[in-house]
Structures are given as C-alpha cells and as structure tokens.
C-alpha cells in the first residue's frame, strides 16, 4: 500500500538556522498538508497546498514557513529562521482531493531546535 | 474558527471492556469526521471515519456514531486489548483539501 514518506526523521538545528524538511506524497495525490504536534499536544494545521499553490494556511504559518513542490513528487517546508518554540513533530499528508478529506500521514520529521 | 471538544482526556479501561471517546464541533458545514490513532512517536492513522451522510459505521471492533442534529460524533471500541493503548484524535474535515481540524485527544490505556 502507498504511503506517504518524509526525510529526514530527525532535525537537529540551532536557532536562527534555516531549515528544509522534505515529503514525497502518495503519488495519485493531488493535495498536499503541513501539520505540526508540539510533543504532548494536539495535531495543528499549517498548510494546504494544491495545484501548484497554497490553499489554505494557518496564522501559525507565518513569513518564516514557506513551502514549494520542487519537482514531481517532494513537497517542501522550509523554516527560514528557526525559534526554540518551533521544536516539534511536523507532519505530511496528502489526500487525493475526492468528495471527503480523507488525509493520510507520513511518519513525521522531529525538529529540535537549540 | 471551528473548535472540536474532545472527552475524556484520559480513559482507562480492562482488557475486554469498551471504550467510548465523544467529540463535539460547531460548524455545521463540516461533513467528514475521521479518527485517528497514535501511538508513542508514529504517525497519526486514520482507523475509521464516517460522511454526513450516514449515522453509524461499523469496522470489526471499531464503531463511530454521528449525530449531526447535536453536532458530536463519538469512537466506540468494544472488547478492548493491550494494542488499542495509544492516543485518539478526532478530527473534522468541513471538505476536499482543507484543514483537518483536531481535538486534542483521548490517551486510552488498556490493561490485561
């Protein structure tokens, strides 16, 4: 079965670095999601991205978060100037833009931030 | 924005009860409730999910039940194991490519 994969599984990185964590969608999948879970918490929205565009964000992607789908199958995060409280499990999904919003994961990349 | 309340927290239960998670929303418009489990540092799964167009489904030992009138939906898992303990998510999808909006959470913790 498909699955949505993500590198590298763990970041480790010094505050005011800037960061890349890279998706590969399931591959029919034609809308593509960043979220976040600060460790102990819930699953936060950042990002939708569809048709070469973002859709839908959320005011915690703010201008540091950019994302980009640089060829056929990643789909980017980019952190321009890493924050401490920017430490967190960050999720991809993909979903393949049906009626419903059935939205599957990847294992996660966790950002450490130093 | 939409907010999803999710009870209890924590819930612990026997090997071979049921468990039962409730999720409440406000949006009217969302018409897609999916659940999702996770367990310690793995990746959110999507276990079963119902459409607002159906009150109940029904997955072997996992049920979801909808009540778009009270606007809650709820996970019920009967005869509990070891291997249900992790973290349950509810989440509301109002439709195709947005947001999945999340509760924050059911820790379920089955002992034998």
């Known amino acids: 079965e498909p699955e949505v994969t993500q590198t590298p599984s763990h970041q480790v990185t010094q505050m005011g670095q800037e960061v890349i964590l890279r998706c590969v969608p399931i591959s029919n999948h034609l809308y593509f999601y960043w979220y976040r879970q600060i460790l102990g918490q819930k699953v936060e929205f950042l990002v939708s991205?569809?048709?070469?565009?973002?859709?839908?964000k959320s005011e915690i992607f703010d201008d540091q978060f950019s994302v980009e789908r640089p060829d056929g199958s990643n789909f980017t995060l980019k952190i321009r100037s890493t924050k401490l409280e920017d430490s967190a499990m960050y999720f991809c999904?993909?979903?393949?833009?049906?009626?419903?919003?059935?939205?599957?994961f990847g294992p996660g990349t966790r950002l450490t931030v130093l | 924005g939409e907010n999803v309340e999710q009870h209890p927290s924590t819930l612990s239960v026997q090997e071979g009860d049921s468990a039962v998670i409730k999720c409440t929303y406000s949006d009217s418009a969302s018409n897609y409730f999916p659940w999702y489990k996770q367990e310690l540092g793995k990746r959110p799964q999507l276990i079963i999910d119902i459409r607002s167009n159906v009150g109940e489904k029904k997955d072997q030992r996992i049920a979801v039940t909808l009540n778009k009138t009270a606007k809650h939906f709820s996970l019920h898992i009967t005869e509990t194991q070891p291997e249900d303990s992790a973290v349950y998510f509810c989440?509301?999808?109002?439709?195709?490519?947005?947001?999945?909006?999340f509760g924050k959470g059911t820790t379920l913790s089955v002992s034998s």
């Open positions: 991205f569809y048709n070469n565009e973002i859709s839908e």
């Open positions: 999904a993909s979903s393949d833009g049906g009626r419903y919003n059935e939205q599957f």
């Open positions: 989440a509301l999808g109002p439709q195709a490519g947005t947001a999945l909006i």
